[in-house]
């Protein structure tokens, strides 16, 4: 079985600053990871290499610094790592973004598909399912554990204050959550091991995709304006009893319609 797990970089920051003018992410000066949901997919598919030998491909949409995270899947135990990269790609919406990654998959062959449930830096949790519509397969989200069963594969999913199990036959993609899931740590011989190992680049010349599709012009949603939350610190300390803090709160509660 090739399992192919789709990674993103994002910056390792909650303090987000955006550009006034472009309305993107300022990511200068701050360090970049390997999304956190996207680390748990991988670590669900190592585990299915280290019980079944089944290989593992990891596939990242970005620029050349997103060479990075892929050299960090490798090192965690990756047979192979594949860097989608071209000013083609520049400006793509959700959905452009999905239309890419979901080329680059036809391009290199899979039997299972991992991503994480979402990216810390867009929050969407829409470029997973997009891909599983876009290459016509079963979705099954927010997994945490995924186990194989003979042809079929049972896997648990969070749902609210739940779990849910399903058995699922491949191919098909899962988006996978990291509240269960653990990543392992590099070891030695990985770190060393994905010196060796290429970083296949896969452009737009490589994939099978209409131009029109995907980038700036290619995305049907376009960012208007984008503001950080200011937080408000201002603050009323009283005394009271309990009986007339509680009925503080609650209209306190009322008068500001959160009740």
Request: charged share 25%; hydrophobic share 40%.
């Given at each position: ?248 709160i609650v209209e306190t509660l009322l008068e500001k319609h959160y009740v």
């Amino acid at each position: 079985m090739k399992i192919v797990v789709c990674i993103k970089q994002v910056p390792d920051t909650t303090d987000v600053k955006i550009d006034p003018v472009t309305n993107t992410l300022k990511r200068d000066g701050v360090p970049s990871i390997i999304n956190p949901d996207d680390k748990a997919a991988l670590e669900l598919a190592l585990r299915q290499k280290d019980l079944n030998g089944d290989s593992v491909a990891v596939l990242c949409m970005g620029p050349a610094q997103a060479e990075k995270a892929l050299r960090e899947a490798l090192a965690m135990g990756a047979d192979e790592a594949y860097l989608m990269s071209d000013k083609m790609f520049a400006g793509s919406d959700t959905l452009a973004t999905s239309t890419i990654i979901a080329a680059g998959l036809r391009a290199i062959g899979y039997d299972l598909i991992l991503t994480g449930r979402q990216a810390i830096d867009g929050d969407t949790a829409q470029v997973g399912p997009q891909i599983a519509e876009l290459l016509d397969l079963p979705q099954v989200t927010y997994c945490v554990e995924i186990t194989q069963n003979g042809e079929f594969y049972d896997v648990k999913r969070q749902i609210e204050n739940a779990k849910q199990r399903l058995r699922v036959s491949a191919p098909f993609l899962a988006t996978v959550t990291s509240a269960e899931v653990t990543p392992r740590y590099m070891n030695v011989g990985d770190i060393i091991g994905q010196e060796s190992k290429k970083i296949n680049l896969l452009t737009f010349k490589d994939i099978n995709v209409d131009a029109d599709c995907i980038g700036l012009n290619g995305s049907p949603t376009k960012v208007k304006s984008t503001f950080v939350k200011q937080v408000n610190n201002e603050r009323n300390v009283v005394e009271l009893s309990a009986d007339e803090a509680a009925k503080l709160i609650v209209e306190t509660l009322l008068e500001k319609h959160y009740v």
